[in-house]
Each structure stands twice: as C-alpha cells, then as structure tokens.
C-alpha cells in the first residue's frame, strides 16, 4: 500500500511569488491534515479536513494561504504571495479509520 | 496549543532501555496519550497511545501514571537508529483527529 505521498520534495522560490503544494493521502483515508514544521520546532498544524470538509483552520492564515480537498481526496496547500517566513517544511498526514495517522515526507520550501 | 511538558534532549547508551518521560497535568479524563517521533528529514511516525492503562507494542510500552498527568515511553533496547525527536501527544479522541504537537524531545543513541 502506498503511503502518503506529497510533491513536491523541495520547492526554491523568490518572496511575493506563488506556491502550491499537493498531497495524495493513502486511499480511503478521510481526514487530512496539513501542517507546517519550522526548522527546531515541531508541526504546527495549519488544517484538518474531513472528506471535503475543513473542519479545523484555525490556525491557517487566511490572508495568504488556501487549501483544497475538492473531491474529499488529494489536496492542495497554496501560498500567495510568498514571505520570506514562510520558509519550512508543509507535511500533509492522513487518518483513516484507526488510530494512527500517517505522514508524507514533507515538501521543504525555501523563500529567497 | 500543545497541552505536554518534554525534556528537550536526552542521551541513551545503545542496548539499553530508553525512558522518555511526558508531562501533560491539565490532560481531561477522556484525552488520550500518544507517541510519534520524526527521524531525520522524514514525516512524524506514529508509536504508541493511550489512555489509561499501560501499553505495550513491537516498538515500545507507555507507562501512564495513575493520575494520567504523566507518562513514560519506553524503548526497551535502544539501537542507533532510534535517534529521533519524539513527541507526547494528548488528543481528544481515540482516531487521534484533534492532536497538536509540542517541542518534543531528542533523543541520541550512542553507540
């Protein structure tokens, strides 16, 4: 079985562009998460989706960045434009119906 | 906000056991414990939870207190490729679909 799978691995990209993340969750799992990681510091989470639903943004800062999980299957984190703060590591995760979520390997962006 | 209390580094020689200890004083009746750890460049991977009891899987045992505001992973032989950051994890619900992640700890195995 496939595992989370995030694209893409590292991203270089000047402030004030545009970025986008995608996130392929294992089938069949309904919740997703993204979150983001900075460099010491553990995840903070951005976003929870249930199916198509964002149940949890909270934490999402609207001004700049969206996501979308259209058919409640892949998804996508955008960014717009970009800051040189929003260097790090975006991690999606997915939940199925047990207990353990599992984690993509993160796409590391870096903002010059 | 993170809801648990980690050191934020620690030593294990390796083929001993490695006790990793939590805080989490405020944690509710129905909140449950979990364990992940991220090894280097690599997505969090999931250990371990839970709530009351002790338990106990092929990667290691969690020890929660009685009072449920501390607990203690254990690895109980520690190999080089253990070294990680763990973190302690209190999450609303047994899916563990609300949990928030703290500092963490990390943990070096020397050989």
């Known amino acids: 079985e496939a595992g989370v799978v995030q694209s893409p691995r590292y991203k270089i990209i000047e402030k004030k562009q545009p970025v986008a993340f995608w996130c392929n969750p294992i089938?069949?799992?309904?919740?997703l998460y993204w979150y983001r990681q900075n460099l010491g510091q553990g995840p903070e989470l951005l976003i929870r989706y249930e199916n198509e639903e964002a149940v949890d943004d909270s934490q999402l800062p609207k001004d700049r960045f969206s996501a979308e999980r259209l058919k409640g299957v892949d998804s996508t984190l955008k960014i717009q434009p970009a800051e040189l703060g929003d260097s790090a590591v975006y991690l999606c995760?997915?939940?199925?119906?047990?207990?353990?979520?599992?984690f993509g390997q993160g796409t590391r962006l870096t903002v010059v | 906000d993170a809801k648990t209390t980690q050191p934020p580094s620690m030593d294990c020689a390796e083929g001993r056991a490695a006790n990793l200890p939590c805080n989490h004083s405020t944690i509710s009746g129905n909140e449950y414990v979990y364990w992940y750890r991220q090894i280097h460049s690599q997505g969090p991977q999931y250990i371990i939870h839970g709530l009351k009891n002790n338990e106990t899987n092929e990667m290691a045992s969690l020890i929660i207190t009685e009072d449920r505001k501390s607990s203690t992973l254990i690895l109980p032989h520690a190999t080089l490729r253990d070294t990680a950051v763990y973190y302690c994890?209190?999450?609303?619900?047994?899916?563990?679909?609300?949990?928030?992640f703290g500092t963490g700890t990390s943990l070096t195995v020397i050989p």
């Open positions: 089938s069949g799992h309904n919740t």
């Open positions: 995760a997915s939940l199925g119906r047990g207990t353990e979520a599992f």
């Open positions: 994890i209190v999450s609303l619900t047994n899916t563990g679909n609300q949990f928030y």
